[in-house]
């Protein structure tokens, strides 16, 4: 619809219709008939497209008509509630009520529901104590290399320590620490997790059984909870599956003859449990005392209780933490080891005196070697017998046993066999079977043969490996002896 602009002659002002001016002598703008029957025709048909009849009275019929269209084509807005409900198919939605409806719909997530998650950051993450937020693979691994919730120093005493992880656990389940020990062990330690209990502190042996943690001050190591105790993951190496019961580096045992007391040292000694298991003592220093009942002297029986002129042998037996002396009568006790003591070696043996005091005889061993030592109460050295016995020369063979000095560990035998006087022969042997003193092809093993001018004294050092629990000697000399000197341990 426009001005009828193109009509000739139809007068329009700036392109719009004007009033006669009869003052001026100017008419005015004619109305073409159809142009102003296209502007009714189209006022009518905006009324009869409303529903309208078109009524020449009723000049607000247009309004009415533009109105009714306007309400007709209008979109209804949903409400908060009706766009967070989500039913409605024919409501609008503002912005603000499609933020309010997803706002319902997607919250924070749990384990059991969907949601937004926001990103934890690297201080949330290593304190492991956030669960509202998400964990990315770069923040996880650098809480993974710091060892964050698993990497702790312990606290607490000697044999009862304590860990206080963060986050703490809950309960025990399997969990595993790498811990920073702030004390060694004491062969009984417990650790106490986040105060849920105490529990044994165990490592495995070679053989796979769980004995007593070994660990030194400042040690870290992994630690993992099995459902009974707490293991130590990668202990120290104490345990040998090969060794030599008793080898030892630079082994001393000696006894003073006054006393009740055997003392042993030595730099490194290997000792053994009942699964043959070897641990290497360092530094060892002990006692064996006949005056302490148990660990640190006698196996069985009350202190002070030892028989006279008997065999003991000396051991060293170990609990974890120090090794201590013990006194047994036979090579292998069957008495058990003493409390938590777990291993021994035998290092040594020695016999008691005849006196009332029954101490250990004075001695001194280094190593496998002993000897007699001649003062305290060894007022010479012991003899096995003396005078004239048996027969040098058809020969006739005494019988000498060589209890109560020498014992039937010992490997090798040091005696002594001494002759005095003119046309006299004394002579020893392993065994009955050497021949006469003056005998071309079966000379005894030691002979002490003087002349009929001659009286001197001699004496003559034997080393022999014993065949028997004796020895034996022949002597036509008043003054003579078989005497110990000393021995080799077969330890």
């Known amino acids: 619809m426009d001005f009828p602009k193109s009509v000739p002659g139809v007068g329009l002002v700036d392109g719009k219709f004007i009033d006669e001016d009869p003052l001026a002598a100017t008419p005015g703008s004619l109305i073409p008939s159809a142009w102003g029957n296209?502007?009714?025709?189209?006022?009518?048909?905006?009324?009869?497209?409303?529903?309208?009849?078109?009524?020449?009275?009723?000049?607000?019929?247009?309004?009415?008509?533009?109105?009714?269209?306007?309400?007709?084509?209008?979109?209804?807005?949903?409400?908060?509630?009706?766009?967070?409900?989500?039913e409605s198919s024919t409501k609008a939605m503002s912005p603000l009520r499609v933020f309010q409806a997803i706002a319902k719909v997607i919250t924070q997530a749990t384990e059991s529901a969907f949601g937004w998650l926001k990103i934890a950051t690297q201080a949330q993450v290593n304190a492991?104590?956030?669960?509202?937020?998400?964990?990315?693979?770069?923040k996880l691994s650098t809480a993974l290399q710091s060892q964050s919730a698993t990497a702790f120093t312990?606290?607490?005493?000697?044999?009862?320590?304590?860990?206080?992880?963060?986050?703490?656990?809950?309960?025990?389940?399997?969990?595993?620490?790498?811990?920073?020990?702030?004390?060694?062990?004491?062969?009984?330690?417990?650790?106490?997790?986040?105060?849920?209990?105490?529990?044994?502190?165990?490592?495995?042996?070679?053989?796979?059984?769980?004995?007593?943690?070994?660990?030194?001050?400042?040690?870290?190591?992994?630690?993992?909870?099995?459902?009974?105790?707490?293991v130590l993951i990668d202990p120290l190496p104490t345990t040998n599956l090969v060794g030599i019961r008793g080898g030892?580096?630079?082994?001393?045992?000696?006894?003073?003859?006054?006393?009740?007391?055997?003392?042993?040292?030595?730099?490194?000694?290997?000792v053994e449990n009942a699964a043959g298991q070897f641990i290497t003592l360092r530094n060892?220093?002990?006692?064996?005392?006949?005056?302490?009942?148990?660990?640190?002297?006698?196996?069985?029986?009350?202190?002070?209780?030892?028989?006279?002129?008997?065999l003991y042998y000396v051991?060293?037996?170990?609990?974890?933490?120090?090794?201590?002396?013990?006194?047994?009568?036979?090579?292998?006790?069957?008495?058990?080891?003493?409390?938590?003591?777990?291993?021994?070696?035998?290092?040594?043996?020695?016999?008691?005196?005849a006196?009332?005091?029954?101490?250990?005889?004075?001695?001194?061993?280094?190593?496998?070697?002993?000897?007699?030592?001649?003062?305290?109460?060894?007022?010479?050295?012991?003899?096995l017998i003396s005078g004239i016995s048996g027969n040098p020369v058809t020969p006739t063979w005494t019988p000498v046993p060589l209890a109560p000095f020498l014992a039937p560990t010992d490997a090798v035998l040091y005696l002594g066999l001494y002759n005095q006087g003119a046309s006299t022969q004394t002579t020893a042997a392993p065994n009955n079977s050497y021949g006469a003193v003056n005998s071309a092809t079966n000379m005894p093993m030691s002979n002490i043969s003087n002349s009929s001018a001659n009286s001197n004294q001699n004496n003559f050092l034997m080393r022999i490996v014993p065949e028997s629990g004796n020895v034996y000697y022949?002597?036509?000399?008043?003054?003579?002896?078989?005497?110990a000197f000393g021995w080799e341990d077969s330890i």
């Open 38 to 86: 296209a502007v009714t025709l189209e006022m009518i048909k905006v009324i009869e497209d409303a529903g309208l009849t078109p009524d020449e009275d009723d000049n607000a019929q247009l309004s009415a008509a533009i109105d009714l269209k306007i309400s007709e084509s209008s979109v209804a807005f949903a409400t908060q509630a009706e766009a967070e409900a989500g």
């Open 128 to 138: 492991g104590t956030d669960d509202a937020a998400a964990v990315t693979s770069k």
């Open 154 to 230: 312990t606290a607490g005493p000697a044999g009862a320590l304590t860990l206080t992880p963060a986050p703490a656990i809950t309960a025990y389940s399997n969990q595993r620490f790498n811990v920073k020990f702030n004390r060694a062990s004491t062969g009984a330690d417990t650790i106490n997790i986040s105060g849920k209990g105490a529990k044994a502190l165990k490592q495995y042996d070679a053989l796979g059984a769980k004995v007593a943690a070994t660990f030194a001050i400042d040690q870290i190591a992994d630690i993992q909870y099995d459902g009974t105790d707490v």
């Open 248 to 270: 030892a580096l630079n082994l001393r045992v000696s006894a003073t003859g006054t006393d009740s007391v055997i003392t042993i040292t030595a730099d490194e000694l290997q």
């Open 284 to 310: 060892v220093s002990c006692t064996a005392s006949f005056a302490v009942a148990g660990a640190g002297g006698l196996a069985s029986g009350a202190a002070n209780s030892q028989l006279a002129s008997t």
């Open 315 to 353: 051991h060293v037996i170990w609990d974890g933490t120090a090794p201590k002396g013990w006194l047994t009568p036979d090579v292998n006790p069957a008495t058990p080891l003493p409390g938590a003591f777990t291993h021994r070696a035998r290092v040594s043996r020695d016999f008691t005196d």
């Open 355 to 383: 006196t009332g005091s029954r101490f250990p005889l004075s001695y001194l061993q280094r190593g496998r070697n002993g000897q007699y030592v001649v003062g305290g109460n060894v007022p010479g050295l012991p003899r």
């Open 474 to 483: 022949a002597s036509n000399a008043t003054v003579s002896h078989l005497s």
